[in-house]
């Protein structure tokens, strides 16, 4: 009958206990409940996931890591070289900021490879990460790195002819490294790896300006 149903002032229909208002209410309490759930599985998967999805063994990552390592072990030697013969105060200084700079990253790397889980080093051809690199690597050598004997004359090397040897080496050295920071910067996505590429690229590139000055004034008559 229609005298049966009660209206509010409104004219809205008024719930009672036994007209569905307590279930009414138990769906609000169970949507949010739901809501802050899913909310909390959200944030987890969010925390979990990048856990998950650290570099595998074959990745760019861990290619890239490995073999800069190798490149900076030179440049560290190569530095070494340089600051303990040298009598040029600006190649002493030069070589000191390269071999802590570049000695500092190795340890960044080396780190990274650990947390992942990874060997220091591969099985695979040295930058077989970069696509097309094929005939990049001569005589087992990544861009800019000095061959044995270029190494071996430059330990014997004095005076103004170990200065030249050591800023030219270590110029070409530079070119190299720029190159395969800047790869690992197209086609790495890992944030860690690639602010260690950017740092290597501007560094390298700023001491490659300030080699090209020395270089012309220890060659200037």
């Known amino acids: 009958m229609i005298s049966e149903v009660s209206s509010s002032p409104s004219g809205a229909s008024t719930d009672t206990p036994g007209a569905g208002g307590t279930p009414s209410r138990r769906f609000g309490y169970t949507a949010v409940a739901v809501l802050v759930v899913g909310l909390l599985l959200g944030l987890g998967a969010g925390l979990v996931i990048p856990g998950l999805r650290t570099p595998g063994d074959d990745s760019v990552e861990a290619g890239f890591l490995r073999d800069m390592s190798t490149h900076h072990a030179q440049a560290v030697e190569m530095a070494m070289i ?20 570049q000695q500092g990253q190795v340890g960044y790397m080396q780190s990274w490879l650990r947390d992942w889980h990874l060997s220091p080093t591969g099985t695979t051809e040295p930058m077989a990460w970069i696509p097309g690199s094929e005939g990049a690597i001569v005589n087992g050598l990544m861009p800019g790195m000095a061959t044995p004997d270029q190494m071996a004359t430059l330990r014997e090397a004095t005076g103004k002819d170990l200065d030249v040897q050591f800023l030219t080496l270590m110029r070409a050295h530079h070119v190299g490294g720029v190159h395969m920071a800047q790869e690992a910067l197209k086609l790495s996505d890992n944030t860690d790896v690639t602010w260690l590429a950017q740092s290597m690229v501007a560094a390298q590139q700023g001491e490659i300006q300030l080699i090209d000055s020395l270089l012309k004034r220890i060659q200037t008559p």
């Open 82 to 101: 340089a600051h303990t013969g040298s009598d040029d105060p600006a190649i002493v200084t030069l070589s000191s900021d390269i071999a802590t700079t």
